[in-house]
């Protein structure tokens, strides 16, 4: 065993002894997200660095602290992606961040999220034992899902020290396509292709523009614009606005003084004081800005069978949407059964556990 | 091989059916309840009848609510309940407790919403995966994951067992594309997860439900994700006069950047033993043949069936014949689909595995296989999910010759060992059940058994729900070592695990 993971395991084994709560920690760009932030920071970019990469098997196995560019720089030379784009929010993010978050972008609707692409983690517990889920394969149904679990668990039930992921190749080519739309009428038009076999991987809207992005072969593209009318943008333009949009960037999220509320609808929920100030993932994905009491947003959402994160902004209520009693009740044993002491990152996911 | 142990005495399994029965009469109509072994005998085992054993009584709930009462009343009365679809799974998942009751959803069947604008299916899981895709069809839409038994086979088995099929490396498992599903824990208490909206809060219980083989929760509303139709697909038959070549030709196939829509490949004794049967138009002398799928628009397939056939060429096959017709694409696949019932044909038995390696293992895994062969005297004809690395490696037995049975299990239980001694798994897409309980011993470590188990206490304390199968204990897993492992060596000592 490498000396980063053992000295990861000891600090561990040591903060469990003394039930002494631990932050785990790669770059940082997502402390905003979660509940609270308890304990002694534990850095885990010390244990990085790809493990396995072999094209030909669409897998790449890295350890939890590898940047998440130092990734997408050796996929992208052998014509491969993360095809979940997750957003990196800033320079240093790492690969156990983006798994332990569960952030996808705006590829998200079409290709599948983080989730769809874990294979296989290995996760280091409460008692410093270090456990090995799923694999390097692309099926793999031995066992409880624990390496999907993992997916989006922000380290409540221990560390993520190793994932395997599909990767898949990059689009042959990609074009973006605009077009001068009311919320309305743009909700209605990405519903319209989606139930068409077009190949679309990206979809948004903001002030009253709709934005849509194709990928795949030359031959598809040419056939779908034919289909679908718009204005092209110029490559670099439709590059750079995909990439703002995926790392929040873009000016609607760095502007603006009220909360900023994600909420996480059924692609077709009718558009009222949901409807959102930008729109994506074909509708299922509603970014608001607004003032209204946090209970007000939650209820409506609920009630249009979804839910809302506040996501950036003052925080007057829990981030994420609360769970239901039998929903938090399962938390809290599988807390209790990873991590007895509640060490990992109390508090985080929620005020609860 | 019929399970038993010391609490299942008959007399006071008489005596446990008469309470269950009396407690059930309350919830259930008398046509909904099985308990006298006539009734109950036909729910003995599922796909894998090497496994058996009769059930103390058969539940056929035709609400949801009933359901729910089914499950408060045996967890009131301490009684296992093992959850059933449509019975075709093939690792023995839905097989009975000899002390518990078989909760069969199959009358739970209704397909309650297609909403094509949503692209979402809502259905009972007693709906059959076929019927999902049938209803979708009027509206362009189709449900991805197809398992050979999907005209047969139900959506809530799907959910059970993770449930793959032909074209899982470009559309995905049932995980990938089931968005919610709605149920009971033992205890009655309703449970949602998931739904249309595609990010939920918390952690991702769906993800652990799916594929969690009925010991975590009954399932009895799936939410599916619908997909539309591609407007065509072709497939390429290539020859290959080695299965070495057809194995890095697949690898090829993936390093071009292409991802077919389906990537499959069966030796010569599978293409033998289908050919007489389905006239597939199999090229009889090739060692190996693989089926290579393209779909979408016209123009794309037309691009990636010149691409595919360029690489898999250059890869040496030995022919390449690509589909004409819409007709001819399905003959070229029916051989395929077929290669089970096929082996059914030519052998009193046969024994179905279902490994996954790494894609770059396959050539050696063909090899070990007929090693094996020779060494327990039995045949073995091989179709492969090739482009996801799945074997399904078809053991030729016959049941009753003595001792033949006996070697086909350990054939069997070899081929698995080597799965995971190449870095792969025991099952790609059948499940564990109680058939490769014992393989999943050499794949998991005992902490890495005990935090599944501690995930199955803390969704089902009283471990009711299925009981036995899926997680090895201890003691389970110490007699497999002794059956299997030989002086304290595991078997290929010399190969890196993963």
Known sequence: MDASLARLRERIVAANAAQAPLRLRGGGSKDFYGETLIGDVVDTREHAGIVAYEPSELVITVRGGTPLAEIEDALAQHGQCLPFEPPAFGGGATIGGAIATGLSGPRRAYAGAARDFVLGAHLVDAQGELLRFGGQVMKNVAGFDVSRLLCGSLGVLGLITQVSLKVLPRPREEITLRFDAGIADALAMFHRWRAQPLPITATAWHDSAATVRLSGSSSALRAARATLGGTPMNDADAQAWWLALRQQTYEFFRDGDKPLWRLSLPATAPIDISGGDLIEWSGALRWLRSDAPAAEIRATASRLGGTAMLWRGARTASMFHPLSPIQLELHKRLKRQFDPHGIFNRGRLSAKF | ?498
């Open chain 2, 1 to 498: 091989m019929t399970a038993s142990d010391a609490r299942t005495e008959p007399a006071s399994l008489d005596a446990r059916r008469a309470e269950l029965r009396r407690a059930l009469a309350g919830v259930l109509p008398a046509a909904c309840l099985l308990c006298e072994a006539e009734q109950t005998t036909p729910f003995e085992c599922d796909g894998l009848s090497a496994f058996r054993q009769v059930p103390l009584a058969v539940a056929l709930p035709e609400t949801e609510a009933q359901v729910r009462e089914v499950l408060r009343v045996c967890h009131a009365l301490y009684v296992p309940v093992v959850a059933r679809g449509a019975g075709t799974g093939l690792s023995g998942g839905a097989m009975p407790s000899a002390d518990g009751l078989v909760l069969s959803l199959a009358k739970l069947n209704r397909i309650l919403d297609i909403d094509p604008l949503a692209c979402i299916a809502r259905v009972e899981p007693g709906v059959r995966n076929l019927a999902v895709s049938e209803a979708a069809a009027p509206y362009g839409l189709y449900y991805a994951p197809d398992p050979s038994s999907q005209i047969a086979c139900s959506i809530g088995g799907n959910v059970a067992e993770n449930s793959g099929g032909v074209h899982c490396l470009k559309y995905g498992l049932t995980v990938h594309n089931v968005l919610g599903v709605r149920g009971y824990t033992i205890d009655g208490e309703e449970i949602v997860l998931g739904g249309a909206a595609l990010d939920t809060p918390g952690l991702d219980l769906l993800a652990l439900a799916i594929g969690s083989e009925g010991l975590l929760m009954v399932v009895t509303e799936v939410t599916l994700k619908l997909i539309p139709r591609p407007k065509v697909a072709q497939v390429v038959m290539a020859s290959f006069d080695d299965v070495v070549k057809a194995g890095d030709a697949v690898a090829a196939i993936i390093a071009a950047g292409i991802i077919p829509a389906g990537l499959e490949m069966m030796d010569r004794k599978a293409t033998q033993a289908v050919e007489p049967f389905v006239r597939a138009g199999y090229d009889l002398d090739a060692e190996a043949i693989l089926l290579a799928e393209s779909d979408g628009t016209a123009e794309e397939v037309a691009d990636e069936i010149a691409e595919i056939e360029h690489v898999l060429k250059a890869a040496g096959s030995t022919q390449c014949i690509v589909s004409q017709s819409e007709a001819e694409r399905l003959r070229f696949w029916s051989g395929r689909k077929n290669a089970f019932p096929a082996a059914g044909r030519i052998s009193p038995d046969y024994y179905c595995m279902d490994g996954t390696i790494p894609r770059k293992h396959l050539g050696r895994m063909l090899r070990a296989i007929e090693e094996m062969e020779k060494k327990h005297a039995l045949r073995c004809m091989n179709v492969f999910h090739a482009g996801d690395g799945n074997l399904h490696p078809l053991i030729l037995f016959d049941a009753h010759r003595e001792g033949e049975w006996a070697r086909a299990d350990a054939f069997g239980a070899g081929i698995l060992e080597l799965c995971v001694a190449l870095g792969g798994t025991i099952t790609g897409e059948h499940g564990v059940g109680i058939e490769k309980i014992g393989s999943m011993c050499v794949q998991f470590v005992p902490a890495e058994r005990d935090a599944f188990f501690a995930i199955k206490r803390a969704f089902d304390p009283a471990g009711l729900l299925n009981p036995g199968k899926a997680i090895p204990t201890l003691h389970r897993c110490a007699e497999y070592g002794r059956m299997h492992v030989h002086g304290g060596q595991l078997p290929f000592a010399d190969l890196p695990r993963f």
